[in-house]
């Protein structure tokens, strides 16, 4: 067989595997011979370069935005649906569609019900049946270009299947994530010290802007396709969504399969009463059902609204409520001191899992609901892991507790809480509440931050309580002997747990700064720092200003890490983590080789230039201190201008902001590069 031949046969094998799995649920054949088929097929097309293809089942993963996503405008804007929340609003809906219709009184109007997926909406271009872009709804004219993300999502087709597709066609659906991967991805946000998402959707949406396309293949996202667009001039390719629902299929599209046709509305509301109860057995997220006309020659005779179709509503499931006893009511403190109350309740079952405790936020809450504790109280889980409690049921003749108290003093530490004026939420500002500690050091120990694997929360808890540790430094200063005495540990893991926490003495420097835990700085902040001083001592030189001229540094967290690094207690944390041998710079940032000559400076990017990407020059300028800026204003120190330049040099010009060519950048970073 001729390579161009065997390696048609190869794609066309791989789609249909990929189809069986993400589509149908149903493998034929296993991981590794998956595998090999794709191993075959990366072999035969980097012998014959010449026939590759940006839709081979090969190319999904690769580029990267340099300057986040484009914006794109929607061929026709992306509407959102109205909503009915019971029968009689389905009812309204149906008597008003009829009417609009000029249906006669009593005609039975044909529906198509879906199940409305709990994600985000993606708008997909195939031209000549090659996805060639994907955008997401953003305000519904215009979104954000996230193709490269979305050709990762395997369950979408990189080429349609068919001989003959449209010239241009766009399909519209929803991203989402399985509870399966949504589990998995929030257990190792956990583990890692990460904020875990609230609900998959959240988790969804922050995958599919993630500039790494890589790192989103990982989170597992998954697709469903509902809606067919065609230009304005295009003859209707199908007259009804049934038909568009089957024609998605054929083309290798995914779609849900439960949809269903509904002769009338009386069918439409024992399909939402049916799937209120049966959607627990999904494997994703619904929170409703999508109630569309079938017939689109109708469609169009009804119209839209200005925000919504009239040919469609979306019918939303109640929210999942359980009554229970609230047993206590209890307060946790977090690693930044803030004072949280929570309900302690008997174990109920709510949606899939047995609840035993439940979020009251803040005192202000617990007042405004009136809880008490003894109560027997509504509880919800609406959008969040975590559910909230509504409000007490009322009992006439039970006698209640008094309302609830916020704790004057913390019961970690017995320092006295204080609420600064204007802000709801109590703190404990003893830095050295155990409990604050406890969580710290949890937080200092994870996989993100300094990753010292073992020291999780049993061990810290020992730790904290015996009095071994007060400090990150005192993990440091720790001996086998003393470790190995705490319950449960023995000499073997207390070694292994002394060599984790060694090893943890030279990791990259951004660790250590993300473990340090200063306010408003995650792990994207602390590489970013890293990334732009490489050391501690350089760090603690940098004024606010230059501080916020690092990508991603805005003045919040400017403002937040001089403070850090001024407040005394911390100078001192510092100073006795290098004297307990933590690495205060990044390995290459010794003898002054971090050099920043261009800090405090801005420079936009348009067009293309001749020699190097938009990456190189990003990255060139970056490792200089400059800052790369997506518009033009004012502030911008230079505008590199390449080919076919878009609208921001003009601005510049307008503004007169010193403009570079490819020649005049390459002399800038040359002058300014340090010498070797
Ligand atoms: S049809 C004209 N079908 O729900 C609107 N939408 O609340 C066409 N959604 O923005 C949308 N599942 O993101 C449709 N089966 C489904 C859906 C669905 C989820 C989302 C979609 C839309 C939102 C409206």
Known sequence: MRPAQRIAQLRDRIRHHEECYYLHDSPEITDAEFDALMRELLDLEAAHPELVDPTSPTQRVGGRPAEGFATARHLVPMLSLDNAYDAADLRLFDERLARAAGLDAGSVVEYVTELKIDGLSLALTYERGALVRAVTRGDGVEGEDVTVNARVIRALPLRLRTDAPPAFVEIRGEVYLPHAAFTRMNADREEAGEPAFANPRNAASGAIRMLDSAAVARRGLRAFCYQIVLPVDAPPLVETHAATLEQLASWGCPVERHWQRCAGIAEVEAYCARWRETRRTLAFDTDGVVVKLDALALRDRVGTTAKFPRWATAFKFPPEQATTRLVTIAVNVGRTGAVT???????????????????????????????????????????????????????????????????????????????????????????????????SLLHFASRRAMNIEGLGEV????????????????????????????????????????????????????????????????????????????????????????????????????????????????????????????????????????HRPLAGQTFVLTGTLPGMTREEATEALVTLGAKVAGSVSRKTSYVVVGADPGSKAEKARTLGIPELDEAGLRALIMARQAPP
């Open 341 to 439: 109350p929570y309900a302690v309740l008997e174990p109920v079952p709510l949606g899939g899992t047995t609840i035993q405790m439940a979020t009251l936020h803040n005192e202000q809450e617990v007042a405004r609901r009136d809880v008490r504790e003894g109560d027997l109280v509504i509880i919800e889980k609406g959008g969040d892991i975590i559910p909230k409690v509504i409000g007490p049921v009322l009992e006439p003749d039970a006698p209640r507790a008094d309302p609830w108290r916020m704790p004057t003093t913390c019961p970690f530490c017995e320092s006295h809480l204080v609420r600064p004026p204007d802000e709801v939420i109590w703190r404990c500002e003893n830095t050295s509440c155990p409990a604050r500690i406890r969580r």
């Open 459 to 594: 061990v810290v808890d020992q730790l904290v309580t015996s009095g071994l540790v007060g400090t990150f430094a005192d993990l440091y200063r720790l001996d086998v002997e003393a470790v190995a005495a705490l319950e449960r540990m023995g000499a073997l893991s207390a070694s292994n747990l002394l060599k984790e926490i060694d090893k943890s003495r030279s990791v990259e420097f951004w660790r250590l700064l993300h473990a340090l835990g200063i306010r408003h700085v995650g792990e994207g902040g602390a590489r970013a720092l890293a990334m732009a001083f490489g050391s501690m001592d350089r760090l603690r030189q940098a004024p606010a200003a230059e501080l916020q001229s690092v990508p991603d540094i805005g003045a919040i967290v400017a403002a937040s890490v001089r403070a850090f690094l001024e407040e005394p207690s911390n100078i001192a944390l510092i100073a006795d983590l290098a004297a307990a041998g933590v690495r205060m710079a990044d390995a290459d940032a010794g003898a002054g080789r971090i």
